[in-house]
């Protein structure tokens, strides 16, 4: 796929909020942020929890609702450089964050893992993105 074909399909994904990872590319993994205090297994609906989205061979994606749905990423933005993140065995350590506009496709061009949610709490306005490196 090319860059540009590629490039416009993400932007449909995140504009629209449809997945291109499949729910059982997820099957069995579990999400866990020790800072936080978050041990989840990675759910089907983003209603259920955090949910893989976006998956390529460099990239791993995973939103989360912050204020609805059990809310398990209420506290994404405490997160710091160097902290732990553990998806399904495999281990990261955040990097940096940044606030993106919803329609910002670079974000699933980062090579590594990256959690997002809405920003600011209770609104769509705005995406919180964690960008984190394998360990």
């Known amino acids: 796929?090319?860059?540009?074909?590629?490039?416009?399909?993400?932007?449909?994904?995140?504009?629209a909020g449809l997945a291109i990872a499949s729910p059982a590319a997820?099957?069995?993994s579990r999400l866990e942020i020790p800072k936080?205090?978050?041990?989840?297994?990675?759910?089907?609906?983003?209603?259920?929890g955090p949910r893989l989205?976006?998956?390529?061979?460099?990239?791993l994606a995973i939103a989360g609702h912050r204020t609805t749905h059990s809310h398990p990423?209420?506290?994404?933005?405490?997160?710091?450089?160097?902290?732990?993140i553990r998806v399904g065995g495999k281990e990261y350590v955040v990097r940096r964050t940044a606030i993106v506009r919803p329609t910002e496709v670079w974000v699933l061009r980062y090579e590594g893992l990256v959690l997002s949610a809405c920003h600011p709490a209770g609104s769509a306005a705005f995406r919180f993105v964690v960008f984190a490196a394998p360990a």
């Open 1 to 15: 796929m090319s860059f540009r074909s590629r490039s416009r399909q993400l932007l449909v994904v995140l504009a």
């Open 26 to 28: 997820a099957s069995g």
């Open 36 to 48: 936080l205090g978050l041990d989840l297994p990675l759910a089907a609906q983003l209603e259920d």
């Open 53 to 59: 989205y976006y998956r390529d061979s460099d990239t």
């Open 73 to 84: 990423f209420l506290h994404l933005p405490r997160l710091r450089r160097g902290d732990l």
